[in-house]
């Protein structure tokens, strides 16, 4: 493939006008994903560790081969929420590699409220789940939680999408012959204890560990019966009287050995085959996205050129070159991987639309990856392109990839609006994964352009009401 030119200017002020924004965006971001590290915090923490427990994150790290990457899932999640006490939900998710293979982590963060399941919670939980399914992943649940928040059980417990749906997805990928793997490492109350109870293997840590559907405080109410939390459902009892764990951990180190000792035993998976050649980096630096990309998500620019700074070489084949511009597709090498890439160019009319739908099929035929790069405010307005069918044509394009039988994966790069958000697979068609830059905005309108129709609209009932106009709004 041919390699993509550039006309970046790096010298240019807007250049670095843009670099100086850009850098202090990933400063702020990166400030707030330092704060949610602590979880809970200060007392929380303490009280965590004095019994010799593992913070989450160290956790993880501590199964995951030395070396590797973890891709951390919404560390932000409910940021903001919940008073602002619950720091990434108070779960971790994400992809981490276990003896060579990639496996999908889920640890409760007990330093957040006990680890108790807030409705973002179980919509992280059940996130995570439907990745792991999706792409065949080792399910690795690390277990230290209080079960549903009582005080918003409503919206944690009866519906299709909450609590019980995180068992119904470990039975479901169990019988599909998608590992799942426990580990009690603290409490694991009520419908919780089905975690480790519907895994395929599990261990419980003694002393920390415990399993039960009703803890002494119920058991106490309901029977009069009076028993600790480890005579209960410590390990002792789940490993030689029940049955429901399958290994003992002395402690939590050995508990977390035991994980990769048992991935390391499972058999290996079947993986779609793609024709990936050596991996080869960009030949042009990453780091001139920080300049290349406006300070006012407004302005115009070339997206070749964020596609020549992400690609194999920068090597880019384009489709369609001179027909609707104002996207562009075409195909490249990510990490060796061929992949077609659809990328906003400016708004989308009929004949982008059209060329979309026609690159979208063609990957699905040949079985190559989607990626869509989203910067779009949406789809052309005004009586010309509704008389000229831009609706159907556009309708054409949210088919072609709701249809698409490939994986695909969605980054916003900028703005997403409206039913351009629709077209270039925004979560409602099911990308295996969406990322977004700190830049990014999504809505359903951008912040001028709704002020101006809201203004309009009331405009007009002022008028129908035989009221004079606002001024000055």
Known sequence: MD???TSVRTGDAQYAVNMEHNKALIAALEGRL????????GKYVDRHRSRNKKLPRERINAICDPGTAFLEFSPLAANGLYDGNAHSAGVITGIGVVHGRECLFVANDATVKGGSYYPMT????????SIAEENGLPCIYLVDSGGAFLAMQDE?????????RIFHNQAVMSGKGIPQISAVLGSCTAGGA????MSDESIIVKGNGTIFLGGPPLVKAATGEEVTAEDLGGAEVHTVKSGVADHYAEDEDEALRIVRNIVENLPPTYKISLDNSTPEPPHYDVEELLGIIPEDNRMPYDVREVIARITDGSRFHEFKARYGTTIICGFA????YPVGIVANNGILFSESALKSAHFIELCGQRGIPLVFLQNITGFMVGSEYEAGGIAKDGAKMVTAVACAPVPKFTVIIGGSHGAGNYA???????PRFLFMWPNSRISVMGGPQASSVLTTVKQDQRAREGKSPMEGE
């Open 34 to 41: 330092e704060a949610v590290q602590q979880g809970g915090g």
């Open 333 to 336: 090498k990510i990490h060796g």
């Open 122 to 129: 179980v919509k992280k939980h059940i996130r995570a789940q």
């Open 194 to 197: 089905y975690v480790p109870a």
């Open 424 to 430: 270039m697979c925004g979560r409602g068609y099911d």
């Open 3 to 5: 390699r993509l030119p």
């Open 156 to 164: 944690v417990f009866p519906d299709r999408g909450h609590f019980g």
